[in-house]
């Protein structure tokens, strides 16, 4: 983590990579993103259906256990090193989705995955952050086509907002120049949202949530054990949690 780096994701809560991904990895994923399209996400939790209630599936939730190959995500050398430094050397998978912004989707609500702390979870120098999420961006998003917006240093905010029916609030700042190939990686703790798609396009995300040594996955994302016999040693360390289920730390410090 270089200081600029580590000055911005201490001050506004997160970093945007640019053009992290290369093109020969993009058409890589987009191989890989069509063939796992077709998942039935309903076999693929058959041993479990109650699972289902907490995923996603826009279109595929644990896209690991779908296909392994997607577990390179949790250890990309474009974000691990990032990793190491806010959440420490033994960080853990928390969920995973391969995510699509569809055309006419309304908005979501604002919200944070985590509390957020008068430190910005930053203590005696060190990040201890409870939760980050990393956003490998798939597709270009430009104006009005679906886009990530956070609000910048709200991780260390002070006071509440009512935020219901709300689609814009104030110091906002609007994803709206992602390139295909970006990463956005963010501390939870953020209040962000995802934004009206009024155009055609379809923005497609391939999402990694993590926390510290000591998080637990979310409930329906831990991984099965076959998965866990198809990745890296590296991988399978991230993908075993200690803890059985998230649940975010008392204290920070």
């Known amino acids: 983590m270089t200081e600029d ?23 890589e994923y987009m191989r890989w993103i069509e063939e796992v399209e077709k998942t039935d996400v309903r076999r693929l939790n058959a041993d479990e259906p109650s699972r ?32 190491v430094e806010i959440l420490g050397e033994d960080y853990k998978h928390i969920d995973n989705e391969l ?41 270009d998003v430009g104006p009005n086509e679906g886009e990530f917006v956070v609000i910048p240093g709200s991780h260390r905010a002070q006071f509440d907002l009512d935020t219901r029916g709300r689609v814009d609030l104030p ?44 998080a637990g996955p979310w409930p329906g994302y831990a991984p099965k054990p076959e998965t866990l016999e198809k990745v890296t040693p590296r991988q399978r360390r991230i993908l075993m949690n200690r803890t059985p ?4 730390p008392d204290r920070i410090g």
């Open 52 to 83: 289902m209630q907490h995923q996603l599936n826009r279109p595929v939730s644990r896209v690991i256990d779908a296909d392994p190959r997607f577990a390179r995500f949790l250890d990309h050398e474009a974000v691990e090193p990032l990793l």
């Open 99 to 139: 995510y699509y912004t569809y055309p006419g989707y309304p908005g979501g609500e604002w919200h944070r995955g985590v509390r957020a702390h008068p430190t910005g979870h930053v203590i005696n120098g060190r990040f201890l952050c409870p939760m980050v999420k990393v956003f490998y961006c798939i597709s």
């Open 5 to 27: 780096q580590r000055f911005a994701f201490d001050v506004q809560g997160f970093l945007h990579l640019r053009g992290a991904l290369t093109p020969e990895e993009l058409a």
């Open 245 to 248: 289920i998230w649940r975010e």
């Open 171 to 214: 110091a906002q700042y609007i994803f709206n120049d992602v390139c295909a190939g970006d990463i956005i990686l963010f501390n939870e703790a953020l209040l962000h949202n995802g934004r009206p798609n009024p155009s055609q396009k379809t923005r497609k995300t391939i999402i990694m949530n993590f926390g510290r040594e000591d």
